[in-house]
């Protein structure tokens, strides 16, 4: 499968990922290019991707927010240690349905260990990417 093609499936595959993993309702804006390195004082779960297709998908919210989604996951608070697990295994969650999906169109990959990032930080070895917004109601 082309470049061409495979980010759309990358990008569609993501999508139906979270919005079957989520919880909640969800409401995806329309992806558009990152352009920016610097990244925002949030808690983060990265994971790389290799394969045939190789770039990093990184998830990126508040602690709030990542608490409020595994307290309606889990059905309790989470912070601490107990939150800074709880990022990592979403991004691996979100990460491993994707590679599932996107196999079911003849495009292979693999995913490295999610690691959970907090805090400003500048993305190294970045070219370009997708920013895709979602809203939980």
């Known amino acids: 499968m082309s470049l061409y093609h495979s980010i759309p499936t990358v990008l569609n595959g993501g999508i139906h990922t979270v919005h079957r993993i989520m919880p909640f309702e969800l409401t995806t804006e329309q992806p558009s290019l990152l352009n920016e390195t ?6 983060r779960s990265l994971i790389r991707i290799t394969g045939d ?5 990184l998830i990126e919210r508040s602690e709030a927010s990542f ?7 889990y ?10 697990s709880f990022t990592g295994e979403l991004g691996n969650m979100i990460a491993g349905n ?5 196999s079911e169109h003849d495009l292979t990959i693999e995913i490295t260990t ?6 400003l930080r500048k993305m190294e070895g970045f070219n370009r990417g ?3 917004p979602l809203s939980i109601e």
């Open 130 to 132: 997708f920013i895709v």
């Open 38 to 43: 610097h990244l925002n004082d949030e808690l």
């Open 53 to 57: 297709l190789t770039g990093k998908l």
């Open 114 to 119: 999610p690691s959970v990032i907090g805090g």
């Open 75 to 84: 059905g309790l608070s989470l912070e601490g240690e107990m939150l800074s």
């Open 98 to 102: 994707l590679a599932t999906i996107v």
């Open 67 to 73: 608490s409020i989604v595994g307290e309606k996951i």
